[in-house]
């Protein structure tokens, strides 16, 4: 006796109807819930306002907001509004895409720092107006130049990290 004994599918067989299938999509609709730090964080955005949270003991400020401060696991509750300005932490120079194809024109993610959030409080974003070429992008952006959010029209928001269309170099 053969240890897996059978007829392996073929494509043909598949196909021509000797046997049988059956062929049904599965409608998966699923909702997330972002949470009470990060949904008012969303719906700051919604309105053209970087949100952070400060600790009460440790008077540090957080962005993006936490429910509970990491450090010393205080429950946080006390908002602030953040400038929409701050400064590159670091950043990449990009010519390929998510699916490993190729870039004519570089895109730049980088972690920028929120000007009135804690040092080292940062989020991850686009950097624009910088430059077509590698030597425009360098002679341009430096660890610690200055940029500014670059907002979508209002009407076009939707509560997403992406109501920001990309931070720019100011200065």
Known sequence: MKPFSGTSLTDHALTTGEVLVSMWHVK?????????????????LKQGKLLGIRCPECRRTLVP????????????????????????????????????????????PAVVEIDGASPGMAI????????????AITSRLKIGT?????????????GAITDIRYFRPIG
């Not at 946080?76 to 400038?83: A, K």
Request: charged share 25%.
């Open 124 to 135: 991850l974003h686009l950097i624009g107006e910088a430059g077509d070429t590698l030597d």
């Open 65 to 108: 907001p936490r429910v509970f401060c990491e450090l010393c696991f205080r429950p946080l509750d006390e908002w602030v509004e953040l400038s929409d300005t701050g400064r590159i932490n670091t950043y990449s120079v990009s010519y390929v895409n998510w699916d490993a194809s190729r870039r004519q024109t570089p895109e730049i």
């Open 146 to 158: 200055p940029v500014q959010a670059v907002w979508k029209p209002p009407d076009q928001r939707e």
């Open 28 to 44: 998966s609709d699923y909702n997330w819930d972002a949470g009470i730090a990060m949904g008012a964080y969303l719906e700051g």
